[in-house]
T-cell receptor, first 113, second 112 residues
Framework: SAVISQKPSRDICQRGTSLTIQCQVD?????MFWYRQQPGQSLTLIAT?????????ESGFVIDKFPISRPNLTFSTLTVSNMSPEDSSIYLC??????????FGEGSRLTVL | GNSVTQMEGPVTLSEEAFLTINCTYT??????LFWYVQYPGEGLQLLLK?????DKGSNKGFEATYRKETTSFHLEKGSVQVSDSAVYFC???????????FGAGTTVTVRA
């Protein structure tokens, strides 16, 4: 399976600032996704990162708050903008491989003070 | 819509005990079903999967059988170890989609 690396692995940020999370895959993948895991909760899909075009966002998530880039088939970024404590979560990059299996990065744990 | 309902946790067991985590789903068509595991401080890992009715997924001593008649995909392990302490997520993927719908997760703690 692809090796998925996320940076940063964790960060503590101040309210009102923005943070960009990077996801690097060691092979070309067609589909990449960003998920959020709020404390003690399950995973929620934020958006599908589309190569060379705008991301496809799920209900409840908007581009202004979570801008996503995907310049090529191995890399994507997720920015959490104008952060508030409610944005404290683990953000996970995932890729689709093989017969429809999703693989995940180790996640970026974000704490907003 | 699609949804996954998992047994609520937390679950605390002794080593070598039998573990069952119930998972039922609601979906149209014939979804694929998955169990993911999240060890402390780590990301999600695919544990096992089943893509059609009566399929049995297995890995690391864990098993789950896709039961369409009961819309279930219960996870079982006959003899747990301390290293099995983790959060377990049941998930489904519709046959015409790539998105996963996750259950709430079940925290399992195994004591020596």
């Amino acid at each position: 399976s692809a090796v998925i690396s996320q940076k940063p692995s964790r960060d503590i940020c101040q309210r009102g600032t923005s943070l960009t999370i990077q996801c690097q895959v060691d092979s070309q993948v067609t589909m990449m996704f960003w998920y959020r895991q709020q404390p003690g909760q399950s995973l929620t899909l934020i958006a599908t990162a589309n190569q060379g075009s705008e991301a496809t966002y799920e209900s409840g998530f908007v581009i202004d708050k979570f801008p996503i880039s995907r310049p090529n088939l191995t890399f994507s970024t997720l920015t959490v903008s104008n952060m508030s404590p409610e944005d404290s979560s683990i953000y996970l990059c995932s890729v689709l491989e093989g017969p429809g299996e999703l693989f995940f990065g180790e996640g970026s744990r974000l704490t907003v003070l | 819509g699609n949804s996954v309902t998992q047994m609520e946790g937390p679950v605390t067991l002794s080593e070598e005990a039998f573990l069952t985590i119930n998972c039922t789903y609601t979906a149209t068509g014939y979804p694929s079903l998955f169990w993911y595991v999240q060890y402390p401080g780590e990301g999600l890992q695919l544990l096992l999967k089943a893509t059609k009715a009566d399929d049995k997924g297995s890995n690391k001593g864990f098993e789950a059988t896709y039961r369409k008649e009961t819309t279930s995909f219960h996870l079982e392990k006959g003899s747990v170890q301390v290293s099995d302490s983790a959060v377990y997520f049941c998930a489904l993927r519709r046959s015409n989609d790539y998105k996963l719908s996750f259950g709430a997760g079940t925290t399992v703690t195994v004591r020596a």
